[in-house]
Antibody, heavy 124, light 108 residues
Framework: QLQLQESGPGLVKPSETLSLTCAVSGGSISSTSYFWGWIRQPPGKGLEWIGN????????YYTPSLKSRVTISVDTSKNQFSLKLSSVIAADTAIYYCARLPAYSSSSFVFDVWGQGTVVTVSS | EIVLTQSPGTLSLSPGERATLSCRAS???????LAWYQQKPGQAPRLLIY???SRATGIPDRFSGSGSGTDFTLTISRLEPEDFAVYYC?????????FGQGTKVEIK
């Protein structure tokens, strides 16, 4: 059974870069069958899609409002993928979730497996 | 970018009642790419419905999805105590994913 686990600093200073990792267990991140993505949720608010990556093609997709500051990458040697968000501000404070998306099935492009989430606070 | 608008913002119902949640898109897209999620406090969201009407693995049949074009509905036929939560719709189109703002189903 696939499991995802986010990790990274819980506190980041304004203007610095937020870096998170999602470890994948019970499956291979290099599978052609899946995308891998990040979603965040500010305190008391709804879900915001950040971006996805498809290792097989090397394609990455980002929400327009964050595109200039976001990079998602894959490390196959560690079976994990990462999120980097640069020049953070207080509004980037949120729970950050990683998730899996099937690529070629009847449930394509939905987030079918989620990590438990990690809280990131942007503050000096 | 497609905007999803969910209504109502909050639905106050009693256990055993029927819940009807709406998700309206700002433009037409393939209904194959419309999903619903349930989120309980302190938990990650859980996939309920994909392809607008297909239940995810392990989801009880009291949950059903319908709709096409720009109007979609999640129906919970008879609310169980564990169904009181926040529900989000989500769509994919043109290499972009978006979520609705959520509907909270609370105990009346």
């Amino acid at each position: 059974q696939l499991q995802l686990q986010e990790s990274g600093p819980g506190l980041v200073k304004p203007s610095e870069t937020l870096s998170l990792t999602c470890a994948v267990s019970g499956g291979s991140i290099s599978s052609t069958s899946y995308f891998w993505g990040w979603i965040r949720q500010p305190p008391g608010k709804g879900l915001e899609w950040i971006g996805n990556i498809y290792y097989y093609s090397g394609g990455s997709y980002y929400t327009p409002s964050l595109k200039s500051r976001v990079t998602i990458s894959v490390d196959t040697s560690k079976n994990q993928f990462s999120l980097k968000l640069s020049s953070v501000i207080a509004a980037d404070t949120a729970i950050y979730y990683c998730a899996r998306l099937p690529a070629y099935s009847s449930s394509s492009f939905v987030f079918d497996v989620w990590g438990q989430g990690t809280v990131v606070t942007v503050s000096s | 970018e497609i905007v999803l608008t969910q209504s109502p913002g909050t639905l106050s119902l009693s256990p055993g009642e029927r819940a009807t949640l709406s998700c309206r898109a700002s433009q037409n897209f393939g209904s194959s790419y419309l999903a619903w999620y349930q989120q309980k406090p302190g938990q990650a969201p859980r996939l309920l419905i994909y392809g607008a009407s297909s239940r995810a693995t392990g989801i009880p049949d009291r949950f059903s999805g319908s709709g096409s074009g720009t109007d979609f509905t999640l129906t919970i036929s008879r609310l169980e105590p564990e169904d009181f939560a926040v529900y989000y719709c989500q769509q994919y189109g043109s290499s972009l994913w978006t979520f609705g703002q959520g509907t909270k189903v609370e105990i009346k």
